[in-house]
């Protein structure tokens, strides 16, 4: 949907202060916290992760006179592919003519607000993805459907107004209206079943944690070689269906921590539900809950295992799961500067619309994925409760 004059007229009548506030959770920790490496790029574009899968065959202890064997390491590569993010926006031309007999400074500030709440959308739905599986699911329908407009879902956090989606695999609907944290109005009637997956238009995500940190239960192939069949894919992951325990937390870390280097950072990344039943544990334990700064840039967290190992409050992280993950063999692999514009006409980041005149466009880019250098020194819990 493009911006229209009616849209920023009322926000100029209506905002007495010169900031338009913004209504939304921004806060993209995982995102921040993962070193960027574009030296496993080819020239397709491509990604490529070599690997030593297998400790070297040529150690022996011998009896004096005997002929110790040679041998070597075990060598594989994996692969994955790039993913193409884009933030598009639309204003018509009317509305930058405004700005040539109206007031500059005000219009103008509209417009970078517009641009703002594109830039942390994206940025948003990013860490969104890092925390999934690739699939782009961003709700489940919570029951079932039959020709109606009226989608109720387990939560809408991550549907817009305007926005297309999937349900099930059906048709590309577009959302007209967000109705509650639940429900949603559908501008066509569609039909579908519970626990339906609720995917964006053309989703094709980048990988997350729930597909990185797995032993084949989320994504069976990975980085382009079978778990099945290749034992080092795989993390520990402990599914079973039953309230947090710090005991299961400890195993957790320590099959993480057994294949970690030394020096390697772990994080447990909670999401509210699990952060807040680990901050009960702490207190009926007689032990301290107390936020504070456990990563660089200011975040804060809840001690485990006497502070070696952070636990972190991330809002995008799925409810019923724990995450120890290694943020020193995590890379999120970049092609291209994160966060830029596509070029538009004479310097500016605006082009023209292909299918009307009268409408500018402008797009934000991210091109890159989510991987590991080694899945194994990571861990999960999952299907975790209060």
Not at 336 to 349: C, N, R, Y
């Amino acid at each position: 949907m493009s911006l229209q004059l009616s849209d920023i007229a009322a926000v100029l009548k209506e905002v007495v202060i010169n900031d338009v506030f913004d209504q939304m959770s921004n806060i993209n920790l995982l995102f921040q916290h993962v070193k960027s490496d574009s030296s496993m790029i080819d020239t397709n574009n491509n990604i490529y992760i070599p690997a030593r899968t297998g400790r070297h065959s040529g150690v022996y202890t011998v009896a004096e006179g005997d002929n110790p064997r040679t041998g070597k390491a075990k060598r594989q590569r994996m692969s994955s592919t790039m993913k193409y993010t884009f933030g598009s926006l639309e204003i018509t031309d009317q509305t930058l003519e405004a700005a040539k007999r109206a007031d500059k400074k005000a219009v103008v500030a509209i417009l970078a607000d517009e641009i703002s709440s594109l830039v942390s959308t994206i940025e948003k739905s990013i860490n969104r993805q890092w925390f999934g599986d690739g699939t782009g699911t961003l709700t489940l329908a919570n029951g079932a459907g039959s020709s109606t407009t009226a989608l109720v879902v387990d939560d809408t956090e991550y549907l817009a107004e305007g926005m297309y989606i999937s349900i099930g695999g059906g048709p590309d609907i577009e959302i007209s209206s967000i109705n509650s944290d639940t429900s949603v109005t559908l501008a066509t009637a569609d039909t579908w079943s519970d626990n339906d997956a609720v995917l964006a238009e053309n989703a094709a995500e980048m990988m997350g944690l729930s597909g990185i940190i797995d032993d084949g239960d989320n994504v069976a192939t990975f980085q382009g070689l079978a778990r099945a069949s290749n034992p080092w894919l795989n993390a520990y992951c402990d599914d079973t269906g039953e309230a947090l325990t710090e005991a299961d937390m400890i195993t957790a870390y320590n099959k993480a921590r057994k294949y970690a280097k030394k020096g390697d950072k772990i994080v447990c990344f909670m999401g509210q539900t699990l952060f807040e039943k680990y901050g009960s544990l702490l207190t009926s334990m007689k032990r301290s809950r107390d936020l504070k700064e456990v990563l660089s840039g200011g975040w804060k967290g809840l001690d485990f295992m006497g502070g070696d190992c952070p636990v972190i409050l991330d809002f995008d992280c799925p409810a019923t799961y724990c995450f120890f993950a290694n943020l020193s063999v995590l890379r999120r692999v970049e092609m291209a500067k994160p966060f830029s514009w596509l070029e538009g006409e004479k310097d500016s980041i605006l082009t023209r619309s292909a299918s009307n005149r009268t409408i500018w466009e402008a797009t934000m880019k991210y091109y890159g994925n989510l991987i590991t250098t080694f899945p194994k020194a990571a861990s999960r819990l999952s299907g975790k409760t209060a």
